[in-house]
């Protein structure tokens, strides 16, 4: 923490949302927002933006040679974060595909225009390639075949989902994702979302397009 003197401020540590829901926090403790911008502080149990919402854990997961991941999102949310940290597949060079439900859970949307999907990729070091991309789909997929399982991958995202109980308008998917790829390139990018369905959305499933997901970690935020 910097506290300036002869000035009327300081200047609170700052943290991106990855980090800041990795922290042990304890009540009281302060923390400023970098991927929300937003400064957020620890009360009762659960981390709040000033004059935002309050967020709670809802549920979390590790895979070990799973073939899916599911959640289920309890209603009272306004939207929902999901994060995976250091996913890494059975099958190497393959997909990592999201999901949605409007059944609880019983079938998840699979069909060829469920969704509509925008993606922003940058590959290589300092971002030298740009690759655009959109269309309808069967499922939301960050990036294409290429998370790999060889030594030195990785892969990390997160999701948000808003307003999943409203039952008048499509549902909007934001995410941002990291990798080295499984060619060794270095990609980072962005993808936007939507569900082409007015139902609420109750479940979310996580699954790769080849094999099971050898390893991994997964957590579902709520926020009121």
């Avoid at 981390?47 to 809802?58: H, I, M, R, T, Y």
Wanted: one cysteine or more; glycine letters at 10%.
């Amino acid at each position: 923490m910097s506290l300036l003197t002869g000035k009327n401020y300081i200047v609170v540590p700052k943290a991106t949302t990855v980090e800041r829901l990795a922290l042990t926090p304890v009540n009281g403790m302060l923390v400023y927002d970098t991927t929300l911008n937003a400064l957020y502080k620890y009360e009762n149990g659960a981390w709040s933006a000033f004059g935002g919402s309050s967020s709670l854990l809802v549920s979390e997961a590790t895979a070990s040679n799973s073939p899916v991941i599911d959640f289920t999102l309890p209603t009272g949310y306004d939207y929902f974060e999901l994060f995976i940290e250091h996913l890494i597949p059975q099958t190497n060079a393959t997909s990592l595909f999201l999901r949605l439900s409007i059944d609880g859970g019983a079938t998840f949307l699979a069909g060829a225009s469920d969704y509509e999907v925008h993606k922003n990729t940058l590959t290589g070091i300092g971002g030298t390639t740009y690759t655009p991309s959109f269309g309808l789909a069967a499922q939301i997929a960050p990036i294409g075949a290429l998370i790999g399982n060889t030594s030195g991958r990785f892969f990390r995202c997160s999701f948000r989902i808003f307003h999943p109980s409203d039952a008048t308008q499509n549902k909007n998917i934001t995410g941002e994702f990291s990798m080295q790829r499984s060619d060794t390139q270095p990609a980072m990018g962005s993808i936007s979302a939507r569900v082409l369905n007015t139902s609420p959305v109750n479940a979310i499933r996580i699954l790769m397009y080849s094999g099971n997901i050898a390893s991994g970690t997964f957590e579902l935020w709520g926020y009121k």
